[in-house]
């Protein structure tokens, strides 16, 4: 079901980011000092528009071919002022009024003639440029919505992580949306839920959103052990005439995934052999020599799923003591024990993108919605939303899904309170830290 069998690496958003004094030294570098301001989130407040907004969409019936909850909430905005939201797994179909078959005061789901609803593995929303999600992309028929981003041939899916509006070509007029893609396939074990294959890059045309093409761009045989195979994606920012892709591993025995790092010139994100890998001095060709940015560590380390938010972007002041801003990255607490991993988000900070990073520094926990076992609803995959920065205030949102016990579906829960499956957001505001 959904992204519940990476949650064990999810990464979450929340409501306050604490710094305390019992806080961990640096986590590398600690013995040169930084040449920029360490960075914080300072303060939030419930975004409730968003939620809304979704939330609205999701419950109206005019249609039973569009989107009523999903995860992996990622977004670009168009040059027409609209913008693309990108789910992973999703659900469309009906919503039915409360109570539930349950008899609880939720809203639920079925399909349109009743019974069982069917997860896609993909979708996108088009939202307005007043703000109002409007239209469901989905590939498939009109009488079998199939993923937008269409399964590969011989099994698998594909889940749409980071996207850019580019030129088609390097300084061409014409621009085209880039969708950052992440192929799985079937898998047993520690990837019933699939195992990591490669990275690809979709091409989408402007203004219809047409999909054009799909062109792998990291492929599988930089390992032949799924675990140390990294996904491009998580994250994805422009900066100084480079788009930095910052990806992750996913070892199936460990806690926590590595970070990576790669770059690409601005425009070309869909030619490979612009793609060049950090391996910790230099950038390289092959991606088979990159080595993580910010590695695990036993416990510490990243969720599958992280944001990184360039200098400047959400912050109230620029930095301290007169040095410049740092990057942040927001991942959740992998090593914080119990069920933090689940609940809690923590960050990390750093002068440049390939590092040193620094941290964990502070904590946040996030609201969850109400249900019957509030113990098992998890918080993952937090993402910034750069495009709707506001007075210093950056958008971020978070994934809810439902844990149930093992053998027990999470899709059934889900479908009878639909609010365990919709992104939920937060208006954050960051500023700088003493290193």
Known sequence: MAKAPTLRTALAAALL???????????????????????????????SRQTTAFSRYGEDNTRVDDWTGGDGTHSVRLPDGRTLWLFSDTFLDRIQPPPNPQGAHHRWRTADGGGTPLLRHNSAVLMSRSGRPERTLTGGTPAAPGPFFPDPPGGGWRWPVQAAVEPRTPGARE??????????????????????HSTEVATLSLPG????????????????????????????????GWTYVFGGDDPPAAPASSAYLARVPAGRLADRAGWRFWDGTRWRLRPERARPVLPADGQRGVGSAFTVLPPGAGTARRGGAGRPGAWLLLTMDTGGGGAAGLRTITGYWACAPQGPWHGPLGHLTPPRPATAEPRRVAVYNP??????????????????????????????????????????FLRVRTTHAAP
């Open 175 to 196: 621009k085209v949306v880039r969708v950052l893609l992440w192929r799985r396939t079937p898998g047993t074990g520690p990837w019933v839920f699939g195992a990591p």
């Open 383 to 424: 993402q910034a939303h750069p495009e709707f920065t506001a007075h210093g205030t950056l958008l971020l949102s978070y994934d809810i899904n439902w844990l149930g016990p093992p053998g027990v579906p999470a899709g059934d829960r889900v479908n009878d309170e639909v609010e365990l499956y919709r992104p939920r």
């Open 209 to 240: 959103l047409h999909l054009e093409d799909i062109r792998a761009t990291v492929g599988p045989g930089t390992a032949h052990d799924p675990g140390r195979r990294v996904l491009y994606g998580a994250a994805a920012v422009a900066r100084g």
């Open 17 to 47: 980011l604490v710094q305390t004094s019992a806080e961990a030294p640096p986590r590398t570098g600690a013995a040169h000092r930084p040449q920029c301001s360490g960075r914080r989130i300072s303060s939030w407040s419930v975004d």
